[in-house]
C-alpha cells in the first residue's frame, strides 16, 4: 500500500505519488506547492508510463529543467517503496543549476563533453557567486555499459565539484532503462546537472562491504558487455559457485547481493556487482570488468546498524534537511534476503532520505555497486555575508 | 576457498594455473586483446582518485592554514588601524603640543597643538622634516624671543645641544612675554617625542604667588615680633634701626615708630640711656665697640636697671646680614621670685635634712622593736613549749600508773588538750617564721606517698569517729617541695577538711597537670561562700559558720604562706551546701628512684628499753628535766639530772664516770649552749653518743648539730622519738 506524500519544509520540496494516478505529475505539482523550482527531479517506477511523465513534466515545468530516470525500485517517505513516481523540486531562490543532456555514449567523445561541462561550470559559479556550495549530479542510462568510462572523462572537468549519481534501473527486468531532460528521453544516454546551492550540503558514499581473502582470477572475458566467461580457468558461474560455497544451478539474484565480489585497487576495494548469470554459465556484471582482473569475495556487514552509523554521522554537527540517495539495487535485494527492509525503510525514513534503487552508483570519478551515494543538505546558509570559520 | 578446485586432477589444476597466469600476465603487460577499455579507465580513475583524495586533503590543510593566517593577518590589520587611529586621537586630545620624531630625526608625527604659539612656522612643519631643519625653523622665527646676547643661529645651536640629552626640559620664552615648556625624551627605539606646555600663565601666577608671598611673610613677621613677650628690635648692617615691636616702644618709651624708624643704633642710644644704668660687668662703650665691631660679633647678654626699678635682660646677636638683633625682656617680677623661691629652697631643705634625722632614729627604734618582737616571739615559744613538754611527759608516765579505765580517759582527754596547745603554739612559731621571712625550705624530690601515707593513718580515726569517709590517693608520683612544709599543708587541709566536715566523704586525689601534679582535697562540708574565701586564709579568722569548731584559724594561714614560700599554687573551689576542694600545685620531680626508707621496726622491750644506761639529762627548765629524768628512769635508766653546765661538769668530775648517753638542752643559760657542754665533756671522756634537745629550729642549730653528728631532738619532746635515739646512741657505744 503506498500513499501519496509530501512535503515543504526543509531545503528541498519533495512529493511523491503512485504510478497509477491519472495524472501524476499533476498530483506531485499539487504536493510540491507554487515555490519556482529551478530543477525538479522525478525518480520514475518502470510500471508507469516514463515517457507520458517527462511529456506532462515539461508541459508543467516549463521554466524548469526537469530531470527524470527510470528506477529498480523507489526511496519515499516511508523508506523502500515500490511502485511511485518520487518527486524533487530544487527552489529558484536557494538553488541554481545547469543541465546537460549527453547521448551517444556507445560512441562517446569525450573532448567536447569535457570542454562543455567544464565551461558551463565556470558560468554557472560566476554567475551565482551567492551560491557557494556545489555538487554534480549524474543520470546515466543503467544498461549503457558505458558508466565507467563516462564518468572517468567527464570528473576532471568538474575540478573540486562532488559527483555523485545512479544508473537508472528497470525494476528486475533489465530490460529498458531511460533518462530524460526537459522531456526529452534519451537511452545510451546521461543527464549532468551541476547545481549550486545557498544550503550547506555534502556529497556521500556508503559502503557496508569488507573484503575476505577469498580471491578469484578472470580468466576470459567480454569487456565490452561486462561478461566474464570464466574464471579460474573454468566456467564463471559455476567456479563463482565452487568459491562461494554455493549450488552453480541455484545462484540468483540474492546470492549475489549477500557474496558480492569487489577489487582491490590500493588500499580499497570497488564492488564490481554481478548482474545476473546468462545462458551460457557467463557471468554478467553491472560494472566494467576485464581479464586478468583479481576478484574478491567481500562479505556485508549488518545492513541496518552501518546505515544508522552512518547517516547519524552525517548529522553530527546538525541533522541534514533532506537526503538524496541512490541506492544499489543489491542492497535492497540484501535488505529483503535478511529480513532487514523494514528496518532500513524506517532508517532512511528518520533520516528523510528520498531517491530510488539502481543498477549502479557514480562517485567522484567512479562507477561502483553496492553502495549508496547521494546528497545531505543542512538547514544552514552559507554564503559570503556570513563568513564561517 | 582456493583458487583450484581440489577436486581437479594434477594436470587439469596445472592446466588451470597456467591460464591464470596467462591471464595475470596479459592483464600486467596491458596486452588484452579484448578492449578492457572501460575497466582501464575505472582502475585509472579510482588509483587517481585515491591520490586526489590525498592531494585535496593536504589542499584543505594548507587552505585551512591560509584562511587562519589570512584571519590573523586581518586582526592585525584591524589593530594596526586601530591603534594608528587611537594614537591620533589620543595625541589630538592631549592639550599639549606633541610631535614625534623616528630615529632617523624625521618628523612622524604632530598634533594640532604643536607650535601653535608660534604660528608664522606652522605651515612649514611636515611630516619628514628633519630635525635640524624644525630647529632651524624656529630659530628664525619672530616669535621666539631670544636673549639679546645670542644670534638666531646661537640659539639654534644650543637647542641642538639640548637635544643630545635623553631626557631634556626647558622653557621658552616667546614674544609678548609668553612662555612654553618644551620638554623632550628618547623612546626605547631612538626616536625622539616632544611636548609643548604653555606655562605663560603658570609662569605669571608663579611670580605673583612669590610677590604676595614676600608680603604676606614680612606681615607675618611683624606679626610674630608683635606677639613676643620681649621687646625686639633689629638694626642692619649700616646700624639702621630696620623693625621693632610694640614692646620695645612700651618697654622704652620710644617715640611713635613712624619717627623712629630709619634712626641710627648711636641716636637710639642716645635717646635711652638717659634712663638706662648698666648693670654689672657691661656698660655704654662696650656696646658701642660690640655694634662698630666689623668682625663678627659674639652674642652678648647684659642686664639693665630702668629707673632703678625694672630689670632688664638684653640679648643681642648678630644677623647672617651683619646687622644685629637685640631683645629686651623685662626679668623684674622673675627675679623678685627667684629670690623668694630661693629662700623658701633654703627652708625645705632644712626641713628635710630635720625629718630624716627623726626618721632614722624612728627606723632605728622600729627595727629594735621588730628585732625583740622576734626574740619575743622566739622566746615566748620556746618558754611556752618547755612546761608543755615537761607537761606532756609527766602524763604519759601518769599513763603507766593509772588502771582506772575514767582516769585513763580523763587523762587521754588531758593529752589531747595539749597537743592542742601544743598545735597552736607550733603554728604561731610557724607564722613567725614565715612571717619573717626565716623560714628554710629545703626543696627535694618527695615521694607523695610518703606524706600521703602517714596522713592516711593520723587522720583515719578522727575521721571515723566524725561517721566520715576518708580516702586517700595511693600515688606513685613524686614532686619537688620541701618535706615537712608539704606534710605540713597537706596535714592541714586534710585536717580542715575532716574537722569542717559533719557527714559525708572527704576524698584526697592526685591530678597530673603537664609537668605538674594537682592535689586535691574535696570534702562534702559546709562549703565556703564567695565573700568568704579569700578571708578564710588570714590568721585568726574563720567564717562564721565554723564558729563551733575549736581552733584559732591558724592552718590555713600556714598554708598559704608556705605554698607562697615554696612557689606552690593555691586554689579553693566551694560552693556554699555543697561542700569545697582545696588543691596544691605540686611540680613533678625528675624520675629518679628515691630511696625508700625502711621502716624500722620499733623494738619494744616492755618498757624497760634503757635497762642499766647511764644519762646525762642537763635541762635549765627544771619541769621539763624532772619529766625527762621520770621518763627515763621509768624505761630503766639511771639519770644524772642537772639545771646548768657547770653543775653538770662538776658532777661528772666528782663521780668521774663517763656517762652511757648525753640528753643536752640547747639552751643553757646566758654564754651556755649544750652544744659547747658536749664538745666539753668529748675533750674529758672521748666521744660519747648525746642529742641535744632543743626548743630552737634555727637553720643554724642544725648545721651545727650536723656537722658534730649530733642528733637534734626538737621540743617538744615526742616520747618514742627520744627513746628510740637514746637506744640508737646506746647500741653505738662499745660495751665498757
Given at each position: 500500500?503506498?500513499?501519496?506524500?509530501?512535503?515543504?519544509?526543509?531545503?528541498?520540496?519533495?512529493?511523491?505519488v503512485?504510478?497509477?494516478?491519472?495524472?501524476p505529475v499533476?498530483?506531485?505539482?499539487?504536493?510540491?506547492?507554487?515555490?519556482?523550482?529551478?530543477?525538479?527531479?522525478?525518480?520514475?517506477?518502470?510500471?508507469?508510463?516514463?515517457?507520458?511523465?517527462?511529456?506532462?513534466?515539461?508541459?508543467?515545468y516549463?521554466?524548469?529543467d526537469?530531470v527524470?530516470?527510470?528506477?529498480a525500485?523507489?526511496?519515499g517517505a516511508?523508506?523502500?517503496?515500490?511502485?511511485?513516481?518520487?518527486?524533487?523540486?530544487?527552489?529558484r531562490?536557494d538553488?541554481?543549476?545547469?543541465?546537460?543532456?549527453?547521448d551517444d555514449l556507445?560512441?562517446f567523445?569525450?573532448?567536447?563533453?569535457?570542454?562543455?561541462?567544464?565551461?558551463?561550470?565556470v558560468k554557472?559559479q560566476?554567475?551565482n557567486?551567492d551560491?557557494?556550495?556545489?555538487?554534480a549530479?549524474?543520470?546515466?542510462?543503467?544498461?549503457?555499459?558505458?558508466?565507467?568510462?563516462?564518468i572517468?572523462?567527464?570528473?576532471?572537468?568538474?575540478?573540486?565539484?562532488?559527483?555523485f549519481?545512479?544508473?537508472a534501473?528497470?525494476?528486475?527486468?533489465?530490460?529498458?532503462?531511460?533518462v530524460?531532460l526537459?522531456?526529452?528521453?534519451?537511452?545510451?544516454?546521461?543527464?549532468?546537472?551541476?547545481?549550486?546551492?545557498?544550503?550547506?550540503?555534502?556529497v556521500?558514499?556508503?559502503?557496508?562491504?569488507?573484503?575476505?581473502?577469498?580471491?578469484?582470477?578472470?580468466?576470459?572475458a567480454?569487456?565490452e558487455?561486462?561478461?566474464?566467461r570464466?574464471i579460474?580457468?573454468?566456467?564463471?558461474?559455476r567456479?563463482?559457485a565452487?568459491?562461494?560455497g554455493?549450488?552453480?544451478e541455484?545462484?540468483?539474484r540474492?546470492?549475489?547481493?549477500?557474496?558480492?565480489?569487489?577489487?582491490?585497487?590500493g588500499?580499497?576495494?570497488?564492488?564490481?556487482?554481478?548482474?545476473?548469470?546468462?545462458?551460457?554459465?557467463?557471468?554478467?556484471?553491472?560494472?566494467?570488468?576485464d581479464?586478468?582482473m583479481?576478484?574478491?569475495?567481500?562479505?556485508p556487514?549488518?545492513?541496518?546498524?552501518?546505515?544508522?552509523?552512518?547517516?547519524?554521522?552525517?548529522?553530527?554537527d546538525?541533522?541534514?534537511a533532506?537526503?538524496?540517495?541512490?541506492?544499489?539495487?543489491?542492497?535492497?535485494?540484501?535488505?529483503?534476503?535478511?529480513?532487514?527492509?523494514?528496518?532500513?525503510?524506517?532508517i532512511?525514513?528518520?533520516?528523510k532520505?528520498?531517491?530510488?534503487?539502481?543498477?549502479?552508483?557514480?562517485i567522484?570519478?567512479?562507477?561502483?555497486?553496492h553502495?549508496?551515494?547521494?546528497?545531505?543538505?543542512?538547514?544552514?546558509?552559507?554564503?559570503?555575508e556570513?563568513?564561517?570559520? | 576457498?582456493?583458487?583450484?578446485?581440489?577436486?581437479?586432477?594434477?594436470?587439469?589444476?596445472?592446466?588451470?594455473l597456467?591460464?591464470?597466469?596467462?591471464?595475470?600476465?596479459r592483464?600486467?603487460?596491458?596486452?588484452?586483446?579484448?578492449s578492457?577499455l572501460?575497466?582501464?579507465?575505472?582502475?585509472?580513475?579510482?588509483?587517481?582518485?585515491?591520490?586526489?583524495?590525498?592531494?585535496t586533503?593536504?589542499?584543505e590543510?594548507?587552505?585551512n592554514?591560509?584562511?587562519?593566517?589570512?584571519?590573523?593577518?586581518?586582526?592585525?590589520n584591524?589593530?594596526?588601524?586601530?591603534?594608528?587611529?587611537?594614537?591620533?586621537?589620543?595625541?589630538?586630545?592631549i592639550?599639549e603640543?606633541?610631535?614625534?620624531?623616528?630615529?632617523?630625526?624625521?618628523l612622524?608625527?604632530?598634533?594640532?597643538?604643536f607650535?601653535?604659539?608660534?604660528?608664522?612656522?606652522?605651515?612649514?612643519?611636515?611630516?619628514?622634516m628633519?630635525?635640524?631643519?624644525?630647529?632651524?625653523?624656529?630659530?628664525?622665527?619672530?616669535?621666539l624671543?631670544i636673549p639679546?646676547?645670542?644670534?638666531?643661529?646661537?640659539?639654534?645651536?644650543?637647542?641642538?645641544t639640548?637635544?643630545?640629552?635623553?631626557?631634556?626640559?626647558?622653557?621658552?620664552?616667546?614674544?609678548?612675554?609668553r612662555?612654553?615648556?618644551?620638554?623632550?625624551?628618547?623612546?626605547?627605539?631612538?626616536?625622539?617625542?616632544?611636548?609643548?606646555?604653555?606655562?605663560?600663565?603658570?609662569?605669571?601666577?608663579?611670580?605673583?604667588?612669590?610677590?604676595?608671598?614676600?608680603?604676606?611673610?614680612?606681615?607675618?613677621?611683624?606679626?610674630?615680633?608683635?606677639h613676643l613677650?620681649?621687646?625686639?628690635?633689629?638694626?642692619?648692617?649700616?646700624?639702621?634701626l630696620v623693625?621693632?615691636?610694640?614692646?620695645?616702644?612700651?618697654?622704652?618709651?620710644?617715640?611713635?615708630?613712624?619717627?623712629?624708624?630709619?634712626?641710627k643704633f648711636?641716636?637710639?642710644?642716645?635717646?635711652?640711656h638717659?634712663?638706662?644704668?648698666?648693670?654689672e660687668?657691661?656698660?655704654?662703650?662696650?656696646?658701642?665697640?660690640?655694634?662698630?665691631?666689623?668682625?663678627?660679633?659674639?652674642?652678648?647678654?647684659?642686664?639693665?636697671?630702668?629707673?632703678n626699678?625694672?630689670?632688664l635682660?638684653v640679648?643681642?646677636?648678630?644677623?647672617?646680614?651683619?646687622?644685629f638683633?637685640?631683645?629686651?625682656t623685662?626679668?623684674t617680677v622673675?627675679?623678685?621670685?627667684?629670690?623668694a623661691?630661693?629662700?623658701?629652697?633654703?627652708?625645705?631643705e632644712q626641713?628635710?635634712r630635720?625629718?630624716?634625722?627623726?626618721?632614722?632614729?624612728?627606723?632605728?627604734?622600729a627595727?629594735?622593736?621588730?628585732?625583740?618582737k622576734?626574740?619575743?616571739?622566739?622566746?615566748?615559744?620556746?618558754?611556752?613549749?618547755?612546761?608543755?613538754?615537761?607537761?606532756?611527759?609527766?602524763?604519759?608516765?601518769?599513763?603507766t600508773?593509772?588502771?582506772?579505765?575514767?582516769?585513763?580517759?580523763?587523762?587521754?582527754?588531758?593529752?589531747?588538750?595539749?597537743?592542742?596547745?601544743?598545735?597552736?603554739?607550733?603554728?604561731?612559731?610557724?607564722i613567725?617564721?614565715?612571717d619573717?621571712?626565716?623560714?628554710?625550705?629545703?626543696?627535694?624530690?618527695?615521694?607523695?606517698?610518703?606524706?600521703?601515707g602517714?596522713?592516711?593513718?593520723?587522720?583515719?580515726?578522727?575521721a571515723?569517729?566524725?561517721?566520715l569517709?576518708?580516702?586517700?590517693?595511693?600515688?606513685?608520683i613524686?614532686?619537688?617541695?620541701?618535706?615537712g612544709?608539704?606534710h605540713?599543708?597537706?596535714?592541714?587541709?586534710?585536717?580542715n577538711?575532716v574537722?569542717?566536715?559533719?557527714?559525708?566523704?572527704?576524698?584526697?586525689?592526685?591530678r597530673?597537670?603537664?609537668?605538674?601534679?594537682?592535689?586535691?582535697?574535696?570534702?562534702?562540708?559546709?562549703?565556703?561562700?564567695?565573700?568568704?574565701?579569700?578571708m578564710?586564709?588570714?590568721?585568726?579568722?574563720?567564717?562564721?559558720?565554723?564558729?563551733?569548731?575549736?581552733g584559732?584559724?591558724?592552718g590555713?594561714?600556714i598554708?598559704?604562706?608556705?605554698?607562697?614560700?615554696?612557689?606552690?599554687?593555691?586554689?579553693?573551689?566551694?560552693e556554699?551546701?555543697?561542700?569545697?576542694?582545696?588543691?596544691?600545685q605540686?611540680?613533678?620531680?625528675?624520675t629518679?628512684?628515691?630511696?625508700?626508707e625502711?621502716?624500722?621496726?620499733t623494738p619494744?622491750?616492755?618498757?624497760k628499753?634503757?635497762?642499766?644506761?647511764?644519762?646525762?639529762?642537763?635541762?635549765?627548765?627544771?619541769?621539763?628535766?624532772?619529766?625527762?629524768?621520770?621518763?627515763?628512769?621509768?624505761n630503766?635508766?639511771?639519770?644524772?639530772l642537772?639545771?646548768?653546765?657547770e653543775?653538770?661538769?662538776?658532777?661528772?668530775i666528782?663521780?668521774?664516770?663517763?656517762p652511757?648517753?648525753?640528753?643536752?638542752d640547747?639552751q643553757?643559760?646566758?654564754?651556755?649552749?649544750?652544744?659547747?657542754?658536749?664538745?666539753?665533756?668529748?675533750?674529758?671522756f672521748?666521744?660519747?653518743?648525746?642529742?641535744?634537745?632543743?626548743?630552737n629550729?634555727?637553720?643554724?642549730?642544725?648545721?651545727?648539730?650536723?656537722?658534730?653528728?649530733?642528733?637534734?631532738?626538737?621540743?617538744p619532746?615526742?616520747?618514742?622519738?627520744?627513746?628510740?635515739?637514746?637506744e640508737?646512741?646506746?647500741?653505738?657505744q662499745?660495751?665498757?
Amino acid at each position: 500500500m503506498v500513499e501519496d506524500f509530501a512535503t515543504q519544509s526543509g531545503v528541498l520540496r519533495t512529493a511523491q505519488v503512485t504510478w497509477t494516478d491519472q495524472a501524476p505529475v499533476t498530483a506531485l505539482r499539487t504536493s510540491l506547492g507554487d515555490t519556482p523550482l529551478q530543477m525538479l527531479a522525478l525518480f520514475v517506477t518502470p510500471k508507469a508510463d516514463f515517457s507520458a511523465i517527462v511529456a506532462e513534466a515539461a508541459q508543467l515545468y516549463p521554466d524548469t529543467d526537469v530531470v527524470a530516470c527510470t528506477t529498480a525500485g523507489e526511496i519515499g517517505a516511508a523508506g523502500y517503496e515500490d511502485g511511485i513516481i518520487v518527486a524533487i523540486g530544487f527552489p529558484r531562490a536557494d538553488f541554481a543549476s545547469t543541465s546537460l543532456l549527453i547521448d551517444d555514449l556507445a560512441n562517446f567523445d569525450p573532448q567536447p563533453s569535457m570542454d562543455l561541462v567544464a565551461s558551463e561550470r565556470v558560468k554557472l559559479q560566476e554567475k551565482n557567486l551567492d551560491k557557494v556550495n556545489s555538487f554534480a549530479f549524474l543520470l546515466v542510462d543503467g544498461l549503457s555499459l558505458r558508466e565507467d568510462s563516462l564518468i572517468a572523462k567527464i570528473s576532471p572537468a568538474l575540478r573540486d565539484t562532488p559527483l555523485f549519481g545512479a544508473s537508472a534501473g528497470d525494476g528486475n527486468d533489465f530490460g529498458k532503462t531511460m533518462v530524460a531532460l526537459n522531456g526529452k528521453i534519451a537511452q545510451d544516454a546521461a543527464v549532468l546537472s551541476l547545481v549550486r546551492s545557498r544550503y550547506r550540503l555534502k556529497v556521500f558514499s556508503l559502503d557496508h562491504l569488507v573484503a575476505t581473502d577469498m580471491r578469484m582470477v578472470v580468466t576470459d572475458a567480454d569487456p565490452e558487455r561486462r561478461i566474464v566467461r570464466s574464471i579460474n580457468a573454468e566456467p564463471a558461474a559455476r567456479e563463482y559457485a565452487r568459491i562461494v560455497g554455493k549450488d552453480p544451478e541455484q545462484l540468483d539474484r540474492f546470492t549475489f547481493a549477500s557474496h558480492p565480489v569487489a577489487v582491490r585497487i590500493g588500499e580499497t576495494h570497488h564492488v564490481r556487482a554481478i548482474q545476473q548469470v546468462n545462458e551460457l554459465g557467463e557471468l554478467v556484471f553491472f560494472s566494467a570488468i576485464d581479464e586478468g582482473m583479481v576478484l574478491i569475495v567481500a562479505e556485508p556487514k549488518d545492513m541496518a546498524s552501518h546505515l544508522r552509523h552512518e547517516l547519524d554521522g552525517l548529522g553530527q554537527d546538525m541533522p541534514p534537511a533532506n537526503i538524496i540517495g541512490c541506492d544499489c539495487i543489491l542492497r535492497r535485494i540484501e535488505a529483503e534476503q535478511t529480513q532487514m527492509t523494514r528496518d532500513v525503510s524506517e532508517i532512511m525514513a528518520q533520516h528523510k532520505v528520498i531517491g530510488f534503487s539502481t543498477y549502479g552508483e557514480q562517485i567522484g570519478p567512479l562507477h561502483v555497486n553496492h553502495t549508496m551515494t547521494g546528497v545531505a543538505f543542512y538547514d544552514h546558509v552559507v554564503g559570503k555575508e556570513t563568513p564561517v570559520k | 576457498m582456493s583458487l583450484i578446485n581440489p577436486s581437479d586432477s594434477l594436470e587439469r589444476q596445472n592446466e588451470k594455473l597456467r591460464i591464470i597466469a596467462e591471464a595475470l600476465m596479459r592483464r600486467v603487460e596491458q596486452k588484452t586483446e579484448n578492449s578492457g577499455l572501460a575497466y582501464q579507465q575505472f582502475e585509472r580513475a579510482a588509483l587517481l582518485e585515491t591520490e586526489v583524495s590525498e592531494r585535496t586533503r593536504e589542499l584543505e590543510r594548507t587552505l585551512n592554514l591560509l584562511q587562519e593566517s589570512n584571519a590573523r593577518l586581518e586582526i592585525a590589520n584591524f589593530e594596526t588601524e586601530t591603534a594608528r587611529a587611537n594614537l591620533s586621537e589620543a595625541i589630538e586630545t592631549i592639550n599639549e603640543g606633541f610631535a614625534l620624531f623616528d630615529p632617523d630625526e624625521t618628523l612622524v608625527l604632530f598634533n594640532s597643538r604643536f607650535c601653535r604659539d608660534i604660528d608664522d612656522i606652522t605651515d612649514f612643519l611636515v611630516k619628514g622634516m628633519h630635525f635640524t631643519d624644525y630647529v632651524e625653523l624656529i630659530s628664525r622665527s619672530s616669535n621666539l624671543s631670544i636673549p639679546n646676547n645670542q644670534t638666531p643661529a646661537e640659539w639654534a645651536k644650543r637647542r641642538l645641544t639640548r637635544h643630545r640629552h635623553n631626557h631634556v626640559v626647558f622653557n621658552v620664552r616667546l614674544s609678548r612675554n609668553r612662555w612654553i615648556q618644551v620638554s623632550e625624551h628618547r623612546t626605547a627605539r631612538g626616536g625622539t617625542v616632544i611636548l609643548q606646555t604653555d606655562v605663560t600663565e603658570i609662569m605669571r601666577l608663579e611670580r605673583q604667588e612669590r610677590d604676595n608671598m614676600r608680603d604676606q611673610q614680612a606681615k607675618t613677621l611683624q606679626a610674630t615680633l608683635d606677639h613676643l613677650n620681649q621687646g625686639v628690635c633689629i638694626f642692619d648692617q649700616n646700624l639702621t634701626l630696620v623693625g621693632w615691636n610694640k614692646n620695645m616702644d612700651s618697654l622704652l618709651a620710644l617715640p611713635p615708630q613712624q619717627a623712629v624708624h630709619g634712626l641710627k643704633f648711636s641716636e637710639v642710644i642716645e635717646l635711652l640711656h638717659v634712663e638706662l644704668t648698666f648693670g654689672e660687668g657691661f656698660d655704654l662703650p662696650s656696646l658701642e665697640r660690640w655694634a662698630q665691631d666689623t668682625n663678627k660679633r659674639k652674642p652678648v647678654l647684659f642686664e639693665l636697671k630702668r629707673n632703678n626699678k625694672e630689670i632688664l635682660s638684653v640679648f643681642a646677636q648678630e644677623m647672617p646680614d651683619r646687622g644685629f638683633v637685640m631683645s629686651f625682656t623685662d626679668v623684674t617680677v622673675e627675679r623678685e621670685y627667684a629670690l623668694a623661691l630661693s629662700e623658701m629652697n633654703e627652708r625645705l631643705e632644712q626641713g628635710v635634712r630635720d625629718r630624716t634625722t627623726e626618721l632614722g632614729i624612728a627606723l632605728a627604734e622600729a627595727e629594735r622593736a621588730n628585732a625583740s618582737k622576734s626574740r619575743f616571739v622566739a622566746a615566748a615559744s620556746h618558754d611556752l613549749l618547755q612546761p608543755l613538754s615537761a607537761a606532756k611527759l609527766f602524763l604519759s608516765s601518769l599513763a603507766t600508773h593509772l588502771t582506772d579505765t575514767t582516769n585513763l580517759s580523763t587523762l587521754q582527754k588531758a593529752e589531747t588538750a595539749l597537743v592542742g596547745v601544743e598545735n597552736i603554739i607550733e603554728a604561731l612559731l610557724d607564722i613567725s617564721k614565715l612571717d619573717a621571712g626565716k623560714a628554710v625550705f629545703r626543696v627535694q624530690p618527695v615521694r607523695l606517698s610518703a606524706i600521703l601515707g602517714p596522713l592516711s593513718d593520723e587522720l583515719t580515726p578522727t575521721a571515723q569517729a566524725k561517721g566520715l569517709s576518708l580516702t586517700i590517693v595511693d600515688s606513685q608520683i613524686s614532686v619537688l617541695s620541701d618535706p615537712g612544709y608539704l606534710h605540713r599543708i597537706v596535714q592541714n587541709l586534710v585536717g580542715n577538711a575532716v574537722k569542717y566536715t559533719n557527714e559525708g566523704a572527704i576524698n584526697v586525689v592526685e591530678r597530673r597537670d603537664g609537668e605538674s601534679v594537682w592535689i586535691d582535697v574535696h570534702d562534702t562540708g559546709p562549703g565556703i561562700a564567695p565573700e568568704h574565701q579569700k578571708m578564710i586564709f588570714r590568721e585568726f579568722e574563720r567564717p562564721e559558720l565554723s564558729a563551733g569548731e575549736p581552733g584559732l584559724g591558724l592552718g590555713l594561714a600556714i598554708v598559704e604562706r608556705a605554698c607562697l614560700g615554696l612557689d606552690h599554687k593555691l586554689a579553693l573551689t566551694s560552693e556554699p551546701g555543697k561542700g569545697s576542694c582545696f588543691s596544691i600545685q605540686l611540680p613533678v620531680a625528675p624520675t629518679v628512684q628515691i630511696p625508700v626508707e625502711p621502716t624500722k621496726p620499733t623494738p619494744r622491750k616492755n618498757g624497760k628499753v634503757l635497762e642499766g644506761a647511764i644519762v646525762l639529762v642537763v635541762e635549765n627548765d627544771e619541769q621539763l628535766g624532772n619529766a625527762l629524768a621520770q621518763l627515763l628512769e621509768e624505761n630503766g635508766a639511771e639519770v644524772l639530772l642537772c639545771s646548768r653546765t657547770e653543775d653538770a661538769k662538776a658532777l661528772l668530775i666528782e663521780i668521774d664516770i663517763a656517762p652511757d648517753f648525753l640528753l643536752l638542752d640547747y639552751q643553757l643559760g646566758t654564754g651556755h649552749s649544750g652544744v659547747q657542754l658536749y664538745q666539753d665533756i668529748c675533750v674529758t671522756f672521748g666521744d660519747l653518743p648525746a642529742a641535744i634537745i632543743s626548743a630552737n629550729r634555727s637553720e643554724e642549730l642544725e648545721k651545727t648539730c650536723a656537722g658534730l653528728s649530733l642528733p637534734l631532738l626538737p621540743k617538744p619532746l615526742d616520747k618514742q622519738v627520744l627513746l628510740q635515739q637514746i637506744e640508737k646512741g646506746l647500741r653505738k657505744q662499745p660495751a665498757p
